[in-house]
């Protein structure tokens, strides 16, 4: 069975940092680029950050420049994403998901992704 359990969310104040983790099983990690979504409340869901499978090419949403990074230990079936200088519109559930494709400049279309994961909570207060 595919998974791809997200998590280490929950309650920030602004200014501060959450490292969120997702862990996979099922399926050959090393083999999947990862991508991370959010998706808040009455908004569709976005492309926040994505990393290939080697780890060879990052990208991120231009509201999470500089503040983000996304990582993978692919020895462990764990992607990460630190993210820093949080701000109350990073308030969203947050979704990591997979796709056996290298996505490039695709890489935010949640189409290209075949796994996805249930979400964890970041809320961000002021």
């Known amino acids: 069975e595919v998974q791809l359990q997200a998590s280490g969310g929950g309650l920030v104040q602004a200014g501060g940092s959450v490292r969120l983790s997702c862990a996979a099983s099922g399926f050959t990690f090393r083999d999947f680029a990862i991508g991370w979504f959010r998706q808040a409340p009455g908004k569709e869901r976005e492309g926040v950050s994505y990393?290939?499978?080697?780890?060879?090419?990052?990208y991120y949403a231009g509201s999470m420049e500089g503040r983000a990074t996304i990582s993978r230990d692919n020895a462990k079936n764990t992607a990460y994403l630190q993210m820093n200088s949080l701000k109350p519109e990073d308030s969203a559930v947050y979704y990591c998901?997979?796709?056996?494709?290298?996505?490039?400049?695709?890489?935010?279309?949640?189409?290209?992704?075949?796994?996805w994961g249930q979400g964890t909570l970041v809320t961000v207060s002021s």
């Open positions: 990393i290939s499978s080697s780890s060879g090419s990052t």
């Open positions: 998901a997979a796709s056996a494709a290298y996505l490039g400049n695709r890489w935010t279309m949640t189409g290209e992704y075949e796994y």
